[in-house]
């Protein structure tokens, strides 16, 4: 899926799905033969009807309207979040540790809480995150370059995930503008959310990598629904300071960064994303490469309000 800004199906379009479903049921109903007593049975449980109509109607949309690009980097995933995390914190609590950890102002963020929108579909919860340019205006206020604002300010998330527990950055000394980016979908939707939200820190639904477990990164994206886009390291890792029990055991699901984008050489082919995990006791951050999916990982995503 190429923009967070997709158009909606059109009145035309809609009235067709609407034909061809409306002629299916006539069609089963005509090469059923239902007798008399067998129709009004099926009148009086008019609701399970609608209902059976509905699920069936749900799982064939979803399946026929996905593209079928890199359909084949999926694999079977039983892995889910590890028992000792609980889902997400209230807001406000994240808020203020997201203000405290970075020395940043929570007051525009707690007021824009106070009034939150309906939780999009396929969010487990609304989770805090800083803004980039908050980092850089209070830690490094020298750097005018976006993409060298946002390497920093992942630098600083790690070094935060450091002192507060046992870290290992399998990319250290790459985070760079030469080798990190933030995907273009997800820097819009970014750009969206910060349209409303004018403080230090921002407000994003999301979900932690269930809802895509074992696709690849790419795949992922593929699949996105209109309103959903990928997070990135930034994101994915406050998330984690705020919710260090994500990450606690190897028999759990792993976390891709499907807002990010990496490259291996620094030569501007980005065929990887950023990863974290749990890794030798602690959290391992890491680039995989966006085609190739595992079992224990997820891709995390974020949803803009509809």
């Given amino acids: 899926m190429s923009a967070i800004t997709q158009q909606s199906a059109t009145s035309g379009q809609i009235k067709q799905i609407n034909r061809f479903a409306s002629d299916a049921v006539e069609k089963v109903l005509t ?13 009086e449980h008019g609701d399970d009807f609608a209902e059976a109509i509905r699920t069936a109607a ?18 079977k995933s039983n892995y889910t979040y590890p028992k000792e995390y609980k889902g997400p914190k209230p807001i406000n609590d994240q808020i203020k540790a997201i203000a405290k950890i970075f020395g940043l102002d929570p007051s525009h963020a707690l007021e824009f809480a106070k009034t ?17 340019d908050a980092l850089a205006a209070k830690h490094f206020p020298e750097v005018t370059d976006p993409i060298q604002k ?42 969206l959310i910060a349209e409303t939200q004018k403080g230090d820190i921002l407000i994003v639904a999301a979900q932690l ?32 300071l705020t919710h260090p029990k994500r990450l606690v055991r190897w028999e759990e699901l792993d976390m891709d960064c499907s807002g990010d984008e990496f490259s291996p050489e620094a030569a ?7 990863c974290f995990g749990f890794s030798d006791g602690g ?21 803009l309000s509809q």
């Fill in 283 to 303: 959290v391992g951050f890491g680039a995989r490469f966006v085609g190739g999916p595992l079992y224990f990982f997820g891709s995390v995503s974020g949803f």
């Fill in 31 to 43: 090469e059923l033969g239902l007798d008399n007593p067998g129709a009004q049975r099926v009148i």
């Fill in 58 to 75: 749900i799982t064939s949309l979803k399946d026929l309207s996905v593209t079928d690009k890199f359909k084949n980097e999926e694999v």
């Fill in 150 to 191: 946002y390497c920093q300010a992942v630098q600083l998330v790690h070094t935060n995930i450091a002192d507060s527990r046992s870290f290992y950055n399998y990319r250290e000394g790459q985070i760079t503008p030469a080798q990190l980016r933030v995907h273009a979908r997800t820097a819009h939707a970014l750009d």
């Fill in 116 to 132: 939150l929108p309906e939780l999009p579909n396929g969010a487990e919860g609304w989770f805090a995150i800083p803004s980039v």
């Fill in 209 to 240: 990598g269930m809802r895509h477990r074992g696709k690849s990164v790419r795949r992922a994206r593929e699949v996105f629904v209109a309103n959903e886009f990928g997070l990135g390291s930034l994101a994915v890792g406050s998330i984690v």
């Fill in 268 to 274: 501007g082919g980005f065929s990887r994303s950023s």
